[in-house]
């Protein structure tokens, strides 16, 4: 609780330089991150980060020393011409976009541990703690580092607003965008320009390795809670603060524990998290829907098959044994069936006979004519044989919503019956009006 009071007090002006730089770091990756998930370029963001190593080299290699917008203008430089290579790559050969980012990231890579080792065999004192690069190292923001990562935190956060509408359309509908006269070859080039300044003042705090992780999964995570783009951006970003936070804690009570991959393992956990427990998409949330469909599937299907046993004579109460018989299903899912109706007000249960209630009977009659209805229309429309259509029906029964009924009904005209020539049961009140 000490470490935890001391921490958020910010009263250390190192606690404050690094938590600041991750939050700012984190949320401005996050922003420009979502745009490039929903054009599906995910592995751009990998390709850039581990292109601009060789950059940082050699604008070591020519200044002399580590000023870091002297690396920045560095790391730029190569980040472009990485993904410039890429496009060239994939619009002037047979190589596929996939394939040339896996060949320039291993290659620009490659050359850039050789300058590294290099530089590390040079004898050149300045160059200590260039390899930071590599993995991260957010306790360097400080100072100077500070001021100039953070700024252009500020500038990525400010554009992305400024152009929010144009990103947002030539992410979702990048023909469309040009049908118009949007200038769509510009706002990509802006958006490129965006995603390796993302990645250049990202790789301070994660390093090349790890940069790639906190520009997607952020975004990746918020997909799951929304599909409105304003809230995926404001959740990425908070996202991005929460992880930006927990790694410099982290990295603070345990000085031995280093902040960037902390805070890549944070977001990374509120991703997996997203995948399961997120509504609507999450796994969880997914499996619970299924279930219900299933269960009402369940509960339809026994009121339809009450129903078609009232029509063929007049006994409306049944065993347990009978319905059994009559419809292949196993015990417990039938037995759980019949009490939930029961509950529900569908059926009445005397002496171990289970019969329909008024409530029942509606419900039950309206699924027999949907099956019945959709039968007709198969063999009618689609030309398909009276005996191929049952299986069809049983399925899409319980998903036509009352205006299709109404539609279908109007299409065939209120057919008297189906293709087997059992009668199609409408509601007598509304046959009546």
Same mark, same amino acid.
């Given at each position: 609780?000490?470490?935890?009071?001391?921490?958020?007090?910010?009263?250390?002006?190192?606690?404050?330089? $690094? /938590?600041?730089?991750?939050?700012?770091? /984190?949320?401005?990756?996050?922003?420009?991150?979502?745009?490039?998930?929903?054009?599906?370029?995910?592995?751009?963001?990998?390709?850039?980060?581990?292109?601009?190593?060789?950059?940082?080299?050699?604008?070591?290699?020519? &200044?002399?020393?580590?000023?870091?917008?002297?690396?920045?203008?560095?790391?730029?430089?190569?980040?472009?011409?990485?993904?410039?290579? *890429?496009?060239?790559?994939?619009?002037?050969?047979?190589? @596929?976009?996939?394939?040339?980012? =896996?060949?320039?990231? &291993?290659?620009?890579? =490659?050359?850039?541990?050789?300058?590294?080792?290099?530089?590390?065999?040079?004898?050149?004192?300045?160059?200590?703690?260039?390899?930071?690069?590599?993995?991260?190292?957010?306790?360097?923001?400080?100072?100077?580092?500070?001021?100039?990562?953070?700024?252009?935190?500020?500038?990525?956060? $400010?554009?992305?607003? *400024?152009?929010?509408?144009?990103?947002?359309?030539?992410?979702?509908? #990048?023909?469309?965008?040009?049908?118009?006269?949007?200038?769509?070859? !510009?706002?990509?080039?802006?958006?490129?320009?965006?995603?390796?300044?993302?990645?250049?003042?990202?790789?301070?705090? $994660?390093?090349?390795?790890?940069? /790639?992780?906190?520009?997607?999964?952020? /975004?990746?995570?918020?997909?799951?809670?929304?599909?409105?783009?304003?809230?995926?951006?404001?959740?990425?970003?908070?996202?991005?603060?929460?992880?930006?936070?927990?790694?410099?804690? *982290?990295?603070?009570?345990?000085?031995?524990?280093?902040?960037?991959?902390?805070?890549?393992?944070?977001?990374?956990?509120?991703?997996?998290?997203?995948?399961?427990?997120?509504?609507?998409?999450?796994?969880?949330?997914?499996?619970?829907?299924?279930?219900?469909?299933? *269960?009402?599937?369940?509960?339809?299907?026994?009121?339809?098959?009450?129903?078609?046993?009232?029509?063929?004579?007049?006994?409306?109460?049944?065993?347990?044994?009978? +319905?059994?018989?009559?419809?292949?299903?196993?015990?417990?899912? %039938?037995?759980?069936?019949?009490?939930?109706?029961?509950?529900?007000?569908?059926?009445?249960?005397?002496? =171990?006979?289970?019969?329909?209630?008024?409530?029942?009977?509606? @419900?039950?009659?309206?699924?027999?004519?949907?099956? !019945?209805?959709? #039968?007709?229309?198969?063999?009618?429309?689609? !030309?398909?044989?009276?005996?191929?259509?049952?299986?069809?029906?049983?399925?899409?029964?319980?998903?036509?919503?009352?205006? %299709?009924?109404?539609?279908?009904?109007?299409?065939?005209?209120?057919?008297?019956?189906?293709?087997?020539?059992? @009668?199609?049961?409408?509601?007598?009140? +509304?046959?009546?009006?």
């Amino acid at each position: 609780m000490k470490d935890l009071f001391d921490f958020f007090s910010f009263q250390d002006p190192n606690v404050r330089y $690094v /938590a600041a730089g991750s939050v700012l770091l /984190a949320i401005s990756s996050a922003l420009v991150g979502c745009f490039t998930f929903l054009k599906k370029k995910a592995l751009v963001g990998d390709a850039v980060a581990h292109s601009v190593l060789p950059g940082i080299c050699l604008a070591f290699l020519i &200044s002399g020393n580590k000023n870091p917008l002297v690396l920045i203008i560095g790391a730029f430089a190569t980040g472009w011409l990485s993904l410039v290579l *890429i496009d060239f790559i994939s619009r002037n050969s047979k190589i @596929k976009e996939d394939t040339s980012i =896996g060949l320039i990231l &291993s290659v620009f890579f =490659g050359i850039g541990i050789l300058l590294l080792t290099m530089i590390q065999h040079s004898g050149n004192a300045a160059q200590t703690g260039l390899d930071s690069f590599l993995f991260g190292k957010a306790a360097a923001l400080v100072g100077q580092d500070l001021w100039v990562f953070s700024s252009i935190s500020l500038v990525l956060v $400010v554009v992305v607003f *400024i152009f929010y509408k144009d990103f947002a359309l030539i992410s979702f509908d #990048e023909s469309f965008a040009k049908s118009i006269g949007f200038p769509v070859r !510009r706002l990509e080039l802006v958006l490129t320009t965006l995603t390796v300044l993302a990645v250049v003042t990202g790789i301070q705090a $994660v390093g090349v390795v790890l940069m /790639a992780a906190m520009l997607i999964t952020p /975004a990746a995570a918020a997909r799951f809670w929304t599909d409105k783009l304003s809230w995926m951006l404001f959740i990425a970003a908070f996202f991005g603060a929460i992880s930006g936070v927990s790694g410099a804690f *982290i990295s603070y009570t345990a000085p031995s524990m280093p902040t960037g991959p902390w805070i890549v393992l944070v977001v990374s956990m509120l991703a997996i998290v997203s995948f399961f427990v997120a509504p609507g998409k999450g796994i969880l949330s997914r499996w619970i829907r299924q279930e219900r469909i299933k *269960i009402r599937i369940i509960n339809e299907n026994i009121l339809k098959l009450f129903y078609q046993l009232s029509e063929q004579d007049n006994n409306q109460r049944r065993s347990f044994q009978d +319905l059994l018989k009559k419809r292949q299903m196993r015990e417990t899912t %039938l037995r759980k069936g019949l009490r939930r109706l029961h509950i529900q007000g569908y059926l009445s249960n005397q002496d =171990g006979k289970w019969s329909l209630t008024t409530e029942g009977k509606i @419900k039950g009659r309206r699924v027999v004519k949907l099956h !019945r209805l959709w #039968e007709v229309y198969l063999t009618q429309y689609l !030309r398909i044989a009276p005996d191929h259509v049952h299986e069809d029906a049983d399925n899409i029964e319980h998903i036509l919503t009352p205006e %299709l009924e109404k539609r279908l009904e109007a299409l065939l005209d209120y057919p008297e019956s189906d293709p087997h020539s059992s @009668k199609i049961p409408y509601d007598p009140n +509304l046959m009546k009006q």
